[in-house]
């Protein structure tokens, strides 16, 4: 009863999962359309293209026991997909300078992540030992980019609106954060349990935020101005949104 139970868990968060994964989709579809990276930044998607191929290799039969984390490995394996495509997509838009900082930016991750998988396969011996170095770093990674929605928080409480933090997101970041928490907890894997931790309480203040300022409006008629000023506003906040969002595991 107990494994069907974590099955089940595992299933349900690799559902709410995909959701997050896929909504930088709305982000990149403006990319194409427009044919310019526009003031959107690749980071976010290279810091998650990270996360998944560190909690991939932990999942897999080299560290885990057997499948015991396959749910771990299916959605993690489908976010490097999507994060490889999200990241030539910005190569394929971006000015010679942004192709520069893609290749800066993206060399230590390939360097991090072979550097964990060799040493986690060559230098320790037993999943035990294999997971608890994996694990350590994976959460590191996972941790630094839980903290990335506090500047959307931020930017609600000093501007008193929820303009920039569509419900919909919020829910889906809580759902999956206490899904793969409780997936965590039911496997007794701190390291999938952990950064859940984080996370689920930031989407719960999320959602908080959401109930008491949706119901305040701009009481302005905005000018031009502002328009172009919130324009540009919220290609820096959507970056900082799509981060939060492939930060879950």
């Known amino acids: 009863m107990g494994e069907r139970l974590r099955l089940a868990v595992g299933v349900m968060g690799n559902a709410a999962s995909l959701l997050l994964y896929t909504a930088p989709i709305l982000t990149f579809s403006r990319v194409i359309r427009k044919k310019s990276t526009e003031g959107y930044s690749c980071v976010p998607y290279v810091i998650a293209l990270l996360n998944c191929l560190l909690y991939t290799w932990y999942g897999l039969p ?5 499948w015991e984390n396959f749910p771990v490995i299916s959605i993690n ?8 495509s999200f990241i030539v997509i910005y190569l394929w838009f971006t000015s010679a300078r942004g192709k520069m900082k893609v290749a800066v930016t993206v060399t230590p991750v390939i360097v991090v992540f072979c550097t964990t998988s060799i040493i986690s396969a060559c230098s320790f011996h037993g999943h035990h030992h294999r997971k608890l170095f994996v694990g350590s770093v994976g959460l590191v990674a996972s941790v630094a980019m839980y903290g990335s929605p506090l500047v959307v928080v931020k930017q609600v409480i ?24 409780a997936y965590g907890l039911l496997s007794h894997d701190l390291f999938l ?3 859940n931790l984080v ?11 959401y109930c008491k ?13 502002d328009l172009e000023k919130n324009d540009e506003r ?4 959507q970056l900082t949104i799509d981060g939060s969002l492939n930060g879950k595991i």
Request: no cysteine; charged share 15%; aromatic share 12%.
């Open 62 to 66: 080299v560290v885990s026991n057997r």
């Open 77 to 84: 394996g489908l976010g490097i997909l999507l994060e490889l």
């Open 158 to 181: 000093l501007t008193r609106s929820v303009e920039f933090m569509p419900f919909y997101l919020s829910f889906f970041s809580f759902l999956a954060s206490s899904l793969w928490m």
């Open 193 to 195: 349990a952990a950064p």
């Open 199 to 209: 996370g689920s309480p930031l989407g719960i203040l999320q959602l908080m935020l």
């Open 213 to 225: 300022y949706r119901k305040r409006g701009i009481m302005e008629e905005p000018n031009k101005l």
């Open 234 to 237: 919220s290609k820096q906040l």
